[in-house]
């Protein structure tokens, strides 16, 4: 019984000495740098850069937004096929590739020599294998509420050394979601809505992150029920009975480029004609894209939704 | 039926009981040859010299100056050597599974997904991806999970589904006959389907991972994936090949094996458990690979010989150089996109065993 404690008390001063090793050994490196590096080396989760990236590779269109509206635009060497409808706030587009965010090739990606990739979903274990190439890899997962926007851009401008442009972008961002907000008028009833992302009727709950905007926006969800457990994900589909009991106030629409959805068809669907939504004309088509990205277009699609909700007169 | 029974004993006389030299050294020819060109090939160009002395480094003892950069050189270790290893034991496994499950229920349309693996391991890895989305949508940004959770329950759903299998289609009468196994193989399978459809349905959300899952992808990181699945293959290897013999004595029938000698119901508990283990390892890592089971040992069957000391071993070699081989396409045909690698399997290997169907005189 003696025995263990004294391999655990080896195995602990080893570790100590490993890790003295390490700390010694990168604070040796850090006054070498120049000055103009001087943020640098810099470390966001599990991820350390040592020197500002000038090589970065984006596999989301909604990291490749935030990117170049941080001013890391120019560092960014190349994006995804889908990022090519970004908005890249009027700065030149970077190489377009027909990398594609789902099936990537990891070898594919390394062949362009990145020193810093970032994606939104790793569901080709493509941060394993770019990290076994010593390849940093940044994960901006779609966001949950609107604070994971800022935080997305915080770190990514810390990682590109562009902390000023990303305080200023989150800045702006919030003033400009308080500006939108203040023009809600005061309702003695909460409007209700529903939001469709196909005509199978696919809807969306408070809980994820594009209701979170309606939630600020004061508004119900007409869909929340058929979630209520949160077994769907968040991602509930209703009935077309569902929709004409909930009878919401304004109607949403993200399949409006997929699927050709419009004011027009909806009205023309069975038991649907008399839908508040639809006889006071708050059909609001929105573009299929910018509300399915989380990035520097949300106050944006926040402030039309509250110019959709000043649009009903109280009842 | 007096006749057939001649012209079987004819074919036995003709073919080749034993396994051929020329065909042992041909299979381990391919395998290395694959291995090599596999290695070599990729996105990123790199001197094929720099690959083999890469390869020739990696043995202990030797030191080589392989001028490769060390990005060059971690691709070659850490991406595409893990891979091609990974293509070569989960092929070799499927193959040498399949050819197994052709001789025990004497069945040659038999895949090693027949007793349920498949639709328990895709019920198993469904689960755990919907389990992963919903908790990680709702409390806040959740991380994406354990790695290891979707082979786990893959491999977990798969030998449940199997041994409900062989409950529900061994269990009971004494006089169950294979056909039984299969037909219980299709109920549990239509079983655990109808499980999965309705998750996939409940998360619709993760249909896109299900569904990259159930195509099946050797994709890697390192060797972890390996040495996991090494241990499985070896062992379930050894015990399916060492039963060769028997499985050519069970070709007659049950009874006839048993007036031989032979312990059929022993043998098939032995290689069904042996076989559907080393399958849901494999399936475990690489996700629902199709045909290979099915046209590597009919390919080798065609080709080399019906007994299964040819079948077996041969099946092994072939099915591992047959994927290793289906994965070079599935990484680079699409570069710089991968494909799943079930549909390059199925769309080369479709194609290449109709031409040894019709051009082999053994049909």
Aim: hydrophobic fraction near 45%; proline fraction near 6%; glycine fraction near 8%.
């Amino acid at each position: 019984m003696r025995k263990p404690p004294a391999l655990a008390l080896a195995a602990l001063a080893l570790a100590g000495l490993v890790v003295s090793g390490c700390a010694s050994s990168s604070t040796t490196t850090t006054p070498s740098q120049s000055a103009a590096a001087a943020a640098f080396p810099v470390t966001v989760g599990d991820i350390t850069l040592t020197q500002k990236p000038t090589h970065i590779v984006s596999l989301s269109p909604t990291a490749t937004d935030m990117l170049f509206a941080i001013g890391a635009g120019a560092q960014v060497v190349a994006t995804d096929k889908n990022s090519d409808d970004s908005d890249f706030h009027g700065q030149p587009k970077p190489a377009k590739t027909d990398l594609d965010s789902y099936t990537p090739s990891a070898e594919a990606i390394a062949a362009t020599n990145p020193d810093l990739v970032v994606i939104s979903s790793d569901t080709n274990k493509i941060k394993d294998q770019l990290t076994t190439l010593k390849i940093p890899v940044y994960v901006a997962s779609a966001a949950v509420t609107i604070d994971d926007t800022y935080r997305q851009e915080t770190e990514l401008g810390q990682l590109t050394g562009q902390t000023a442009g990303a305080a200023k972008v989150v800045a702006d961002e919030k003033k400009q979601i308080t500006d939108a907000l203040a023009g809600l008028p005061n309702r003695s009833k909460q409007l209700t809505y529903y939001y469709e992302l196909d005509q199978t009727l696919y809807s969306v709950t408070s809980k994820t992150f594009i209701g979170s905007l309606f939630s600020m926006a004061n508004m119900i969800n007409i869909a929340d029920p058929a979630d209520a457990d949160g077994k769907a994900g968040g991602y509930p589909q209703l009935t077309a009975e569902a929709v004409i009991k909930g009878n919401p106030d304004l109607i949403f629409l993200a399949d409006t480029v997929c699927c050709q959805q419009s004011a027009a068809t909806v009205a023309k669907r069975p038991g649907w004609g008399s839908l508040q939504a639809v006889t006071g004309g708050h059909v609001v088509p929105l573009n299929d894209s910018v509300a399915s990205q989380w990035g520097t277009q949300v106050p944006q699609l926040l402030a039309s939704i509250v110019t959709a909700a000043k649009a009903v007169p109280a009842s | 039926m007096f006749r057939r029974t001649g012209s079987v004993s004819t074919r036995t006389a003709i073919e080749p009981a034993r396994l051929r030299v020329r065909w042992l050294v041909a299979g381990v020819a391919a395998v290395v040859l694959v291995t090599i060109v596999s290695v070599s090939i990729g996105p990123i160009r790199i001197n094929p010299w720099g690959v083999f002395l890469q390869l020739l480094d990696e043995i202990p003892g030797v030191h080589l100056n392989t001028g490769l950069s060390p990005r060059d050189s971690a691709v070659v270790t850490e991406l595409r050597l893990p891979r091609v290893c990974l293509g070569l034991l989960v092929g070799s496994m499927l193959a040498l599974a399949g050819g197994c499950y052709q001789g025990i229920f004497r069945n040659p349309l038999a895949d090693p997904y027949l007793l349920g693996v498949a639709a328990g391991a895709g019920l198993g890895a469904t689960a755990a991806i919907a389990a992963q989305h919903a908790f990680a949508v709702l409390p806040a940004a959740g991380g994406s999970g354990t790695p290891y959770a979707i082979p786990l329950a893959a491999f977990v759903g798969a030998l449940i589904a199997v041994a409900l299998t062989y409950a529900v289609g061994a269990g009971g009468s004494r006089y169950r006959s294979p056909a039984t196994l299969i037909l219980a193989g299709v109920a549990v399978s239509a079983f655990f389907t109808a499980g999965q459809s309705f998750l996939q349905q409940k998360y619709v959300e993760t249909i896109r991972e299900v569904y990259s899952w159930i195509m099946g992808r050797l994709t890697t990181a390192g060797w972890h994936d390996v040495l996991l699945l090494l241990p499985y293959v070896v062992v379930t290897g050894i015990v399916i090949l060492s039963q060769r013999r028997q499985l050519d004595v069970m070709a007659v029938g049950d009874e006839e094996a048993e007036s031989l000698g032979a312990h059929p119901r022993r043998t098939r508990l032995i290689l069904v458990l042996a076989a559907s283990l080393g399958t849901a390892a494999a399936v475990s890592v690489s996700g629902l690979i199709g045909f290979v089971g099915i046209i590597v040992p009919h390919a080798v069957r065609l080709m080399a010989g019906s007994s299964y000391r040819v079948i077996l071993p041969l099946s092994a070699l072939f099915g591992a150089a047959f994927l290793a081989l289906a994965d070079l396409g599935a990484r680079t045909l699409m570069s710089p996109n991968e494909i799943p690698i079930g549909v390059v399997t199925a769309f080369f290997g479709a194609p290449f065993f109709v031409i040894v169907m019709r051009t082999s005189r053994r049909v």
